[in-house]
Nanobody, 125 residues
Framework: QVQVVESGGGLVQAGGSLRLSCTAS????????MGWFRQAPGKEREFVSA????????IYTDSVKGRFTISRDNGKNTVYLQMNSLKPEDTAVYYC??????????????????WGQGTQVTVSS
């Protein structure tokens, strides 16, 4: 059974940093992209960033470019999201997901098959 578990959320002041981690277990995921999404209260879940199976290809939503960095360690089945220069509008529950597609890095929520329970990130002004 596949499990996806996020960690690293918390409360931080604007301008601060957090590092989210996500570990997938149950089998290896070295051909699938992994991604981060977020959902703020009253809003739909939105794409944040994704990384290809090799780690070489990364994509970001425009609002986090230059501030967030995604990376992965296939040996640990783990993906990271380094978040710098955080803003109050980054406040949301952050979800990690594993794509159900092989060799495709996608920002489409429907392409992701396995999801974590989410970790809260709160940025105070």
């Amino acid at each position: 059974q596949v499990q996806v578990v996020e960690s690293g959320g918390g409360l931080v002041q604007a301008g601060g940093s957090l590092r989210l981690s996500c570990t997938a277990s149950g089998r290896t995921f070295d051909l699938e992209a992994m991604g981060w999404f977020r959902q703020a209260p009253g809003k739909e879940r939105e794409f944040v960033s994704a990384v290809s199976w090799s780690g070489r290809d990364t994509i970001y939503t425009d609002s986090v470019k230059g501030r967030f960095t995604i990376s992965r360690d296939n040996g640990k089945n783990t993906v990271y999201l380094q978040m710098n220069s955080l803003k109050p509008e980054d406040t949301a529950v952050y979800y990690c997901a594993v794509s159900g597609l092989i060799n495709l890095t996608t920002r489409n929520l429907n392409d992701y098959e396995h999801w974590g329970q989410g970790t809260q990130v709160t940025v105070s002004s």
